[in-house]
């Protein structure tokens, strides 16, 4: 992380999620049932299905976020359980209806947004080790970036993708 946004304020780190949130709201809002049945690639999940995921993460990441910031030790969350957690809600969610989605992301969002907006920078940067990375230190300003803001941009990226769109 570059030492710019180490300083970032909360409010400045919701601004930016919530321009990744709209632009993925946008994006899935106005897609037609084509698109929002095409698979998008890489994913093999449709774009409803992707979008659900981004939604349903939202909150799980906060409390993560807020674990840290507490000062409490984090769960004991490995990569595996969390693709074993994906797996079972892609194949349980296959079919996701849009309007269901498009609140979730809405309502995820503002309380992502409310939350982020509310944290210091210092509160942003405290740090504890997580088994999802390895074991290795995790900052709640990491968990942010990675897993909020570029969560949503990635997604969005292979929604457009499976839009046939670069």
């Given at each position: 992380m570059s030492a710019a946004r180490t300083g970032e304020s909360g409010q400045e780190m919701a601004t930016r999620f919530a321009a990744a949130s709209e632009a993925l709201i946008a994006a899935v809002g106005g897609c037609t049932d084509e698109q929002w049945q095409a698979i998008c690639p890489g994913e093999g999940?449709?774009?409803?299905?992707?979008?659900?995921?981004?939604?349903t993460s939202e909150p799980i990441v906060l409390g993560w976020m807020q674990t840290i910031i507490a000062g409490l030790p984090m769960p004991e969350i490995t990569r595996e359980l969390i693709d074993q957690s994906n797996a079972r809600s892609f194949q349980k969610h296959a079919h996701p209806d849009r309007a269901e989605v498009l609140d979730l992301l809405r309502r995820n969002g503002?309380?992502?947004?409310?939350?982020?907006?509310?944290?210091?920078?210092?509160?942003?940067?405290?740090?504890?080790p997580f088994a999802y990375a390895e074991g290795r230190q995790v900052s709640a300003r990491y968990l942010a970036e990675a897993n909020l803001i570029d969560h949503a941009r990635s997604h969005l990226a292979g929604i457009r993708k499976a839009w046939g769109e670069v």
């Open positions: 999940q449709s774009v409803g299905t992707v979008a659900r995921h981004v939604a503002a309380t992502v947004w409310a939350a982020l907006a509310d944290m210091s920078a210092e509160e942003l940067n405290r740090s504890a």
